[in-house]
């Protein structure tokens, strides 16, 4: 039930500048037969909403975080935003764990 997301950002821009914001995490999956979302502060131990971004080229962050019980998660939702922009930018990414042995087809 405890996993550590690591999400890298990569300024693919002007690389001059400095970019910065807030990324926010949430991992959807199914819980008692009922498809459902968890926000961040319901999987971060610190109950934080967001998480603040600086860099010029590359920054890698880590996140900590504890899946409900009885939850299945599916994928992982991202979603950032840079500097004083309103709109998010938002990704899904199929929930996977490094080393764990692959899921065989049926």
Same mark, same amino acid.
């Given at each position: 039930?405890?996993?550590? $997301?690591?999400?890298?950002? &990569?300024? /693919?821009?002007? %690389?001059?500048?400095?970019?910065?914001? $807030? @990324?926010?995490?949430? $991992?959807?999956?199914?819980?008692?037969? /009922? *498809?459902?979302?968890? =926000?961040? /502060?319901? +999987?971060?131990?610190?109950?934080?909403? !967001? *998480? =603040?971004?600086? +860099? %010029?080229?590359?920054?890698? @962050? !880590?996140? =900590?975080?504890? @899946? #409900?019980?009885?939850?299945?998660? /599916?994928? @992982?939702?991202?979603?950032? %935003?840079?500097?004083?922009?309103?709109? #998010? &930018?938002?990704?899904?990414?199929?929930? %996977? &764990? !490094?080393? !764990? =042995? #692959? $899921? #065989?087809? +049926?």
């Amino acid at each position: 039930r405890r996993y550590r $997301v690591e999400i890298t950002l &990569v300024q /693919a821009g002007t %690389r001059d500048a400095t970019a910065g914001g $807030v @990324l926010s995490i949430a $991992v959807s999956g199914e819980r008692g037969g /009922a *498809l459902i979302q968890v =926000p961040m /502060a319901e +999987l971060d131990g610190n109950h934080r909403r !967001e *998480l =603040p971004f600086s +860099l %010029r080229y590359f920054q890698q @962050l !880590e996140l =900590p975080i504890e @899946l #409900p019980e009885g939850f299945v998660p /599916a994928s @992982l939702l991202v979603e950032y %935003r840079q500097g004083r922009n309103l709109e #998010p &930018v938002r990704q899904s990414f199929t929930w %996977r &764990v !490094e080393d !764990e =042995p #692959p $899921v #065989p087809a +049926l």
